[in-house]
């Protein structure tokens, strides 16, 4: 076979998403550090609550045993309060209320951007003293608002200012997350990462659920999600089937307007799919070959996943295509490589999000942990990206990264950053 292995196809797929992300993670950083840092002006005013803390609000004056007791039930509550909403959508997604979820997630989307993303452009205009008088602003923050929804769902624009109001989407979410008070930050990161791979890997897991009843009908999973490229090829009207994660302020999903043209075609039974455990039965059922990695995104609050869908057309576990011909395995290879190339990868909001508060509480501490969280998080990101190319069915896009950053970050601050301190002090080289 003349063309690289499937894992050296999605290269520039990888790195079409990696970038973003960093860039994502890069902005945040400059945010937190410029305006939400501790030692600035603004810093009696960073701690918010959210569906996050409801439970417990971190005091500077508590102690370890209290801070570490309130982190744990706001984690608790935060993660019960997630999958309530995930069943929920997940039921509304079942009994086909589209245009709700459709219409909820542009309000939610609408709403991030006016309200949130005024309050950090107030925040920004004040920090660095910026002339501007209130019916500027106003009029600045209108047409923003307006053009970033529209752009977020509107297929009619070129794909490069979709991908900028996604990623500008994710700022403004993951800079309110950074808000937090810090013990609450990590323990709901890594309860976060929990509930992504029980969700998405247990049986009968909402997000295991959403997925296996959107590829049953065919259709593309209510979600908010960045296109590393938009879709070509002859099957590019095949809908993929994405997850998101939902914040607590609200990114909603969004839905295929286009869903009801799917009727009752492959609906099936919530009952059948919990009795089933397995996420491919459905799929085996239609004749279609799925590899996805899920990401959640933000809005009502769910967990992560990332996808990517290879041809519903053939049939890889019996190297046959829908024509009936015998593929070899080189020519099976190639089939998946052109289904890489023509559909991309697709990254939930969730992932930039959180990715993006790791970092960004590193960067309250200082740069050195952001380096290595950065890192961290982006070998993660890979790691999960090759494990979806090798394994071929549904994974939890937040664990490894997730993992990786918080297990990174305590490592440089506790043993990494007092060591390269106490070197350059005494002025010693290596």
């Known amino acids: 076979m003349e063309g690289g292995s499937i894992l050296e196809t999605i290269g520039h797929e990888i790195i079409g998403v990696m970038s973003p992300v960093s860039i994502c993670m890069l902005l945040v950083v400059l945010l937190v550090y410029s305006v939400y840092n501790p030692s600035s002006a603004a810093a009696s005013a960073t701690t918010i609550r959210t569906a996050a803390n409801l439970v417990y609000l971190e005091s500077p004056s508590d102690s370890t045993a209290q801070k570490l007791e309130g982190a744990v039930l706001n984690a608790v509550v935060f993660v019960v309060f997630l999958t309530l909403v995930t069943f929920l959508l997940l039921l509304l997604y079942y009994y086909r209320f589209n245009n709700f979820l459709l219409y909820y997630t542009r309000f939610s989307v609408f709403t991030i951007f006016s309200t949130m993303g005024s309050s950090i452009l107030i925040s920004i205009v004040q920090r660095f003293n910026i002339p501007i008088d209130a019916v500027t602003f106003y009029v600045l923050l209108f047409n923003f608002t307006v053009l970033g929804t529209i752009s977020v769902f509107s297929n009619g624009i070129p794909i490069i200012v979709k ?187 969730g992932d930039f999000i959180f990715y993006s508060v790791l970092v960004g509480r590193a960067a309250m501490y200082d740069l050195m942990t952001v380096y290595a969280c950065y890192l961290a998080i982006i070998s993660g990101l890979g790691c999960t990206l090759i494990l979806l190319a090798v394994c071929r069915h549904a994974l939890p896009a937040l664990p490894i990264s997730i993992t990786l950053g918080v297990v990174f970050y305590f490592l440089t601050r506790l043993l990494m950053e007092p060591f390269v301190v106490g070197c350059s002090t005494n002025l010693m080289m290596f």
């Open 163 to 349: 991908q900028s109001n996604m990623v500008v989407l994710g700022i403004i979410v993951a800079a309110w997350f950074t808000r937090l008070p810090e013990w609450t930050t990590w323990v709901v990161l890594v309860a976060l990462a929990l509930y992504d791979l029980a969700a998405v890997l247990a049986p009968g897991g909402p997000l295991k659920l959403l997925v296996e009843l959107a590829s049953t009908r065919d259709e593309e999973l209510p979600a908010l999600i960045y296109e590393s490229r938009p879709n070509i090829g002859r099957n590019s009207a095949a809908r993929d089937s994405s997850l998101g994660l939902f914040v607590a302020a609200g990114l909603g999903m969004s839905t295929d307007n286009n869903n009801n043209n799917n009727s009752n075609s492959g609906s099936v039974e919530l009952q059948d799919m919990l009795r089933n455990g397995d996420s491919n039965n459905g799929n085996e059922a239609r004749g279609g070959g799925d590899s996805v990695i899920s990401v959640e995104e933000d809005g009502g609050e769910t967990s992560p996943l990332m996808q990517r869908r290879l041809n519903d057309t053939t049939d890889y576990n019996n190297n046959s295509d829908n024509n009936g011909r015998v593929l070899r395995g080189d020519q099976t290879e190639e089939v998946e490589m052109e289904e890489v190339n023509s559909r991309g990868i697709k990254l939930g909001m």
